[in-house]
């Protein structure tokens, strides 16, 4: 373990049916990683759901300093070659202002998943062609990263083309607040 350099991953998965997973399993991880110098634990759910506070972030006013810190921790990630972080978190911030686009559209819908708020969003006439297109594509990779721990998958270009979705969205949501 003294030779592993920080860019080595272990993954552990945890593959469960039943939603009421004893927190004990996790804990037992968290014992074995902490006695190995220099290694640190990533929990990841497969559930991949909004912390309350995003959540809310859907119900009140879009700041600039929320935008501003949302980028700049992506920004941190992306420094620290943090790829697949991110991707995951820019993406949360992509699917946190979908949905707030989708309560501005004449057919609101609540909680529904990326994929439909997509589709909802392109049949609504919110978003282009092109950005329905790409948002398809960035929801399957999403949940893939999201499920799996893809070293080697290049997503530099996909976070550039997420982070371009996401000011898309972000002018969308400026124009319609007008």
């Known amino acids: 373990m003294n030779n592993t350099s920080q860019k080595d991953f272990f ?3 945890i593959e ?3 939603e ?5 399993i996790y804990n037992s991880i968290i014992k074995t990683v902490n006695k190995f110098n220099g290694l640190r634990l990533l929990l990841i759910s497969g559930d991949y759901q909004l912390s ?5 972030v859907s119900n009140s006013q879009l700041s600039i300093s929320y935008i501003l810190n949302c980028k700049d921790q992506v920004s941190k990630l992306i420094l620290a070659s943090e790829y697949r972080l991110a991707f995951l978190s820019l993406w949360q911030f992509a699917e946190s202002l979908m949905d707030r686009l989708t309560k501005q559209t004449p057919i609101p819908t609540e909680s529904i998943s990326s994929i439909l708020m997509i589709h909802h969003l392109y049949q609504q006439s919110i978003i282009s062609l092109e ?12 949940k893939r990263l999201s499920k799996n721990c893809f070293k080697d998958l290049e997503i530099k270009k996909d976070i550039d083309r997420l982070w371009d979705l996401v000011d898309d969205f972000i002018d969308l949501e400026i124009r319609a607040s007008r």
């Open 11 to 13: 993954t552990v998965e």
């Open 16 to 18: 469960y049916s039943n």
């Open 20 to 24: 009421n997973l004893s927190i004990d």
């Open 52 to 56: 309350m506070a995003e959540k809310n």
């Open 131 to 142: 950005q329905f297109e790409i948002a398809i594509y960035l929801n399957s990779l999403q």
